[in-house]
């Protein structure tokens, strides 16, 4: 038996590091600068990552689970391999080792020494997966050894031991795996009978487990290769079946609610969870395109009469206009306005204008040709589009012939109502070639219309445009006239007709721009009744003669009455007595030397509200006047219900007035009612000395006109009150105190 000794072989391991102070530092360590510790540092990049996945697409989210699937699986692949692989060489190594062990036990038997068992001892080890083989006890003497390498004495006795404990506590099935591998030699140790049956011993095996690893990477390899061509072929066909079956579906109805097209409806027979999706969907967009539908409808119809609205009209003119641009023929744009519809319904109620709204509408589209549209574009306005027409006489022909339709008597109960209506045409192209354009000129001829009386038709023309633009202007010149001060008071003398003194005078505003030049108040006072701003030129009208009256009275001039002129715009203004009121206590000013006017078709628009507008005025102490009387339509029970100390006689009537003949009838018949009356009489407008004369022998009291005085500004006034007598006499201090006291009228003084 060969027994030769070599040199020792030192096991090699690995040296482990001392883990307490190093741990210490890891732990010491695991801090970020902001203070946050490292694993809630890493959970918040992780729930970072998560809300940003929460926005990408689900074809993006679906690869991306697929793919960590994918790549988890062949994670899994790679550890079953590796295992499989271990798993393998152990069990090949242990069919080497019982294929030695076999062949030992038989020669064991049939041997009584260990140097007979050389022979076997070194044939086994021969092989090329065993690299040695030893024979010991399980104390650790080593009693026969064969092998390729040098024998280590120490260690082999440290296998016997080892094995023999395990032996002694029956915790191995037979082959046992001593020690760890080293150098690609793995001991495998086996109970054994010693030659001659006396005792039992220990064999170790040295097996050459490199050699046996390169014999089965091939089969791993193999194996890994198909692990991953399944699970490639496995991810690719769940993530074309996930493609087809829940992404693609998903995608397209978001492309139709991302579009609002309408998605396509699932098969009858579908009944999973995107088509019942689908289906909600589709009945969705039907939904709401009848809502939509009928939104638009009723967005651009009118309720009352089931026309067409503003913004429909337009639209439909846009139309017509685009059908009609190539061709020569005209488009005429009509603008009806039911005259005087407002009082219907304050006499009738608004269920009668209503009514007659209904009734326009019917006859507007009882008598439109093949083609017309009609809408109703404001209150008690009608606009018709009438395309294909020959000329612009042919449009005022239809136009009347609509305004004959609507003329027709209708009856709400016990009234019978006589309508009618205006209208106003404009043409394209020659009138303007936009809805916006054509709709605003047809306006202005419907505005113009409109002050040529009822049932009037007009067409368009240039001058409209340039006139509304001259009223524009004038607005704009006049409030900013207010502002820089370029108004100014005139002053004419009022004459007592039988002394042939100075009265009082009247105040009158002037305007001299400073671009136009003398703008005549007829002007520019009726642009500022339309457009509102007659109330502010009333008030610095007011003021300023209330400051003017304060200033002669300071300066000792005789003192004498200012009237004032009021517009209808004025007595409907709730405040106007507090304004006026505040005036005279601001300048302190005594409300018996203001006197206000206000025409005759003025007082007869809503007289009661006049009424007791004039009452409250004639309680403050100041005078009330009627202008331009005869020339209007003022009822006697009315006149005298009216708190007047004055009546004014048109200047077409002073006019007239001669020695002898008809014209002094009226003069004659006014001055008669108004002494009657107890209310005084003044004659405007007298340029002669023979119109003068024949007031005087009428009876009148007071006069002005050129040939009494021009109307003058204040410095002259002051030198005529200088140089002229006063008719009256002045009041005296307590009278004028007693009637400064003005009653409280709610209002505080500016």
């Known amino acids: 038996m060969h027994r030769e000794d070599g040199p020792d072989r030192t096991e090699s391991g690995a040296s482990g590091l001392s883990g307490t102070g190093r741990g210490h530092a890891d732990a010491k360590n695991a801090q970020t600068s902001s203070g946050q510790p490292v694993g809630a540092r890493s959970l918040f990049s992780r729930f970072s990552i998560w809300s940003r996945a929460s926005y ?49 036990d038989q020669a064991i038997v049939r041997t009584q020494s260990f140097r007979a068992l050389a022979p076997v001892l070194d044939a086994v080890s021969g092989s090329p997966a065993v690299a040695a083989v030893a024979i010991g006890t399980q104390q650790g003497e080593v009693l026969a050894y064969e092998g390729h390498q040098p024998i280590n004495r120490q260690i082999l006795a440290k296998r016997f031991v080892e094995a023999g404990r395990n032996f002694d506590r029956d915790q191995s099935s037979g082959v046992e795996a001593v020690g760890p591998v080293q150098n690609g030699i793995q001991d495998y140790a086996v109970p054994v009978v010693l030659p001659g049956g006396a005792a039992s011993g220990v064999a170790v095996f040295s097996i050459d487990i490199s050699l046996i690893e390169q014999s089965q990477i091939a089969n791993a390899m193999s194996t890994m290769s198909w692990l991953f061509v399944l699970i490639i072929v496995s ?42 999706v689908t289906r909600a969907l589709s009945d969705a967009f039907d939904d709401s395109d009848a809502k939509e539908e009928m939104l638009q409808r009723l967005a651009s119809t009118d309720g009352l009469t089931s026309l067409g609205n503003r913004g429909w009209f337009k639209q439909s003119m846009a139309e017509a206009i685009a059908d009609h641009r190539e061709d020569r023929s005209l488009v005429g744009v009509l603008v009806f306005n039911i005259d005087k519809f407002k009082d219907v319904n304050d006499t009738l109620g608004h269920d009668a204008g209503d009514r007659l709204l209904q009734r326009t509408a019917d006859i507007l589209k009882g008598c439109t040709r093949d083609g017309d549209k009609i809408a109703r574009i404001g209150g008690d306005e009608f606009g018709l589009i009438l395309p294909g027409l020959r000329s612009a006489d042919e449009a005022l022909d239809l136009s009347y012939r609509f305004i004959r339709a609507v003329g027709a008597p209708i009856r709400f109960g016990p009234h019978e ?40 038709s007009l067409l368009y023309r240039h001058e409209l445009h340039l006139r509304a633009i001259e009223r524009n202007s004038i607005e704009r010149d006049l409030r900013a006239a207010i502002r820089q001060g370029d108004l100014e008071l005139f002053y004419q003398p009022k004459v007592d007709v039988a002394s042939q003194r100075i009265a009082g005078a009247e105040a009158l505003v002037r305007w001299r721009h400073p671009e136009r030049g003398y703008i005549p108040p007829d002007v520019f006072i009726p642009v500022a009744e339309k457009s509102g701003f007659i109330g502010e030129l009333t008030k610095w009208v007011m003021n300023e003669a209330c400051r003017q009256i304060r200033h002669w009275q300071d300066m000792g001039l005789a003192r004498v009455t ?17 304004m006026i009121a505040n005036m005279l206590v601001k300048h302190a ?71 002898f003949g008809e014209g002094r009838v009226i003069p004659k018949v006014i001055i008669d009612l108004a002494h ?9 407008g007298v340029e002669t000395a023979e119109q003068l004369h024949a007031l005087a022998e009428l009876g009148c009291d007071e006069a002005q006109g050129y040939f009494l005085g021009r109307p003058m500004p204040c410095d002259e006034f002051e030198a005529f009150l200088q140089n002229s007598p006063v008719a009256r006499d002045t009041q005296s201090t307590q009278e004028e105190q007693a009637a400064a006291r003005l009653p409280s009228v709610g209002g505080s003084a500016a």
């Open 676 to 684: 009657a009356l107890s209310v005084k009489v003044v004659a405007e």
């Open 235 to 276: 991810i690719l066909t769940i993530s074309l079946i996930l493609h087809r079956v829940v992404v693609a579906p998903i995608e397209a109805l978001s492309g139709f609610v991302g579009n609002k097209k309408r998605p396509p409806r699932p098969a009858t027979g579908m009944q999973d969870e995107i088509s019942v």
């Open 589 to 659: 000013v005594s409300p018996q030397y203001l006197e206000l006017e206000v025409t005759e078709s003025m007082v007869m628009q809503d007289v009661d509200m006049v009424i007791g507008t004039l009452r409250r005025l004639r309680s403050l102490g100041i005078g009330i006047g009627i202008d331009d009387f005869g020339t209007g339509y003022s009822s006697l029970a009315y006149l005298k219900r009216f708190p007047v100390q004055r009546l004014k006689i048109d200047r077409s009537f002073v006019r007239d007035l001669s020695a």
């Open 562 to 578: 200012v009237a004032v002129n009021v517009s209808a715009g004025d007595l409907r203004r709730p405040d106007l007595t507090d």
């Open 417 to 456: 109502l006589q309508p009618s209506c205006s209208a106003g045409i404009t043409l394209f192209p020659q009138d303007g070639r936009d809805p916006d354009t054509l709709l605003k000129n047809a306006d202005l001829a419907l505005s113009r219309a409109k002050m040529e009386g009822s049932g009037m």
């Open 56 to 104: 990408l697409t689900l074809r993006t989210k679906v690869v991306l689970i697929v793919t960590l699937i994918g790549a988890a699986l062949i994670l899994f692949a790679a550890v079953f391999t590796g295992l499989n692989f271990r798993h393998n060489v152990n069990m090949e190594a242990r069919a080497h080792v019982d294929i030695a062990l076999g062949v030992l």
